[in-house]
Structures are given as C-alpha cells and as structure tokens.
T-cell receptor, first 115, second 110 residues
C-alpha cells in the first residue's frame, strides 16, 4: 500500500514570496490533515478535511494560508506572503474514518525555510 | 493550543535500559495515541489506548492510561539505539481532531 506522498521535500524562499505544498493521501482515506511542526515542537493542526469539506481550520492563519482539497483526494496548502515565522515542516496525514483505531498516516513532510 | 504535554522533554539512556515518558492532558478524551518521529521524517503510529482501557502492550511497548489523573505513560523496555527518536502523545480533542503534545526526545546510547 502506497503511503502519503508530499512534495516538495524542501523549499527555501524569501519572506513575502509564496509557496505551495502538495499532498496525495493514501487511497480511500477520506480524512486529510495538514500540520505545521516548528523545530523542537509538536505538530500543530492547521486544517482538517473530510472528503471535500473543511472539518476544522481554527488554527489556520487565513490571512496568508489557504488550503484546498480537489475532488476529495489531493490537497494543496499555500502560503502567500510568507513570513520568517512560517519556517517549519508541513506534514500531511490521512486517515480512514471507518477505521476505529484513529491512526493517522503521515507523509515525510515538506521543510520550508523562509529567509 | 497543545492538549498534551510530555515529560521529560529529553531523556538519555544506555542501550538495554528501560525508557519511560509521560503525557498529561487537559480535557476528557475518547482515546490517546503515541507516535514516534525519527529525525527528518514523518510520524509513525505506535499504539492507541481507549479511555476505558488502563494498560496496553505491543512488543516492547507498554502504555498506561489514568483518566482520573488525565495522564498516560509510555514504557519502552530493553531499549535499542534504533529507538532514538522523538515520541509524541496525541489526544482526540473534541472527538474528531487529533492534537499532539510537544514530545519527548529520547537518545539511546550504544
């Protein structure tokens, strides 16, 4: 079974530039999550999708961050314009709502450095 | 906001020793999970314990849950150098989203 795919793995940009991250979840997983993990901290949930719909985006900085999930499969997370404090690893995860284990499957992450 | 807090923040032990890390949380939960993260990688699920369970085992892992104290512990027995990683507890705040703590960084010396 293929895992969660993310790209790019690394991205370096200057502040005020824009960046986009892509995620392809495990086939059949209806729930998709984007987490932000700053160095030395735990992952912080940015947004959670159930199929096409947003379940929770309470901690997404909506003035600069946006996310969409096309056709309930792939997802893109965009930052525009980027700030220095956005330097972090952006983790995508997916889960199957019918799976009662509650287990999240994570991708390898996209590491963003803002200069 | 972080729901869970791990303790200690960092732990260094010798290979063969046991490693214990603790997690405290603030609100009622349905389940609690533990994940491992190797440096530069994504998180990997280790074990889930439900609120009506008190103890669970998986290989060299033992997890306990005390809902009256809102705390959990993860014990790794006979640790190996390959166990060097960060360990996170995660709770289902609100029943539909998974919130992670700040993690415990474990270093196992060969």
């Amino acid at each position: 079974e293929a895992g969660v795919a993310q790209s790019p793995r690394y991205k370096i940009i200057e502040k005020r530039q824009s960046v986009a991250f892509w995620c392809n979840p495990i086939s059949g997983h209806a729930t998709l999550y984007w987490y932000q993990q700053i160095l030395g901290q735990g992952p912080k949930l940015l947004i959670q999708f159930q199929n096409n719909g947003v379940v929770d985006d309470s901690q997404l900085p909506k003035d600069r961050f946006s996310a969409e999930r096309l056709k309930g499969v792939d997802s893109t997370l965009k930052i525009q314009p980027a700030k220095l404090e956005d330097s972090a690893v952006y983790l995508c995860a997916s889960s199957h709502p019918g799976q009662h284990t509650g287990e999240l499957f994570f991708g390898e992450g996209s590491r963003l450095t803002v200069l | 906001s972080q729901q869970g807090e791990e303790d200690p923040q960092a732990l260094s032990i010798q290979e063969g020793e046991n490693a214990t890390m603790n997690c405290s949380y603030k609100t009622s939960i349905n389940n609690l999970q533990w994940y491992r993260q190797n440096s530069g990688r994504g998180l990997v699920h280790l074990i889930l314990i439900r609120s009506n369970e008190r103890e669970k085992h998986s290989g060299r892992l033992r997890v306990t849950l005390d809902t009256s104290k809102k705390s959990s512990s993860l014990l790794i027995t006979a640790s190996r150098a390959a166990d060097t990683a960060s360990y996170f507890c995660a709770t289902d705040a609100g029943g539909f989203k998974t919130i992670f703590g700040a993690g415990t960084r474990l270093f196992v010396k060969a």
